[in-house]
């Protein structure tokens, strides 16, 4: 199922290019939350030895200096685990933390 992490950040939509002012155009458009970030969410209660993975958002946010638009952007960050098979682990080489192959 898909999910969205809790939005902690003003409505991302319907402001006047530039500002950080909603709606103060001739349309009458109520500021909304239009730009979104869903992750796909395996059920809590699922087997361990079935799941593959488990996704955690860590963060969760617009960024309000971006100006250039009617829309603000929305970024977020996820903490993903692999619940691999013993055979795949083996295979795959160790990375120091924090490094990207």
Same mark, same amino acid.
């Given at each position: 199922q898909f999910r969205e992490p809790r939005i902690a950040f003003g409505p991302t939509y319907k402001l006047d290019v530039g500002t950080l002012k909603y709606? /103060?155009?001739g349309k009458a458009r109520v500021p909304s939350w239009t730009d979104r970030i869903l992750y796909w969410? %395996? +059920?809590e209660g699922a087997d361990s030895e079935v799941q593959t993975w488990k996704i955690v958002p860590r963060s969760y946010t617009w960024i309000p200096k971006l100006l250039i638009s +009617?829309?603000?952007p929305v970024v977020a960050q996820f903490e993903v685990a692999l619940n691999l098979p013993a055979a795949v682990r083996a /295979? %795959?080489?160790?990375l120091p933390a924090g490094k990207v192959a």
């Open positions: 709606a /103060s155009g969410a %395996v +059920d +009617d829309h603000l /295979s %795959v080489k160790q």
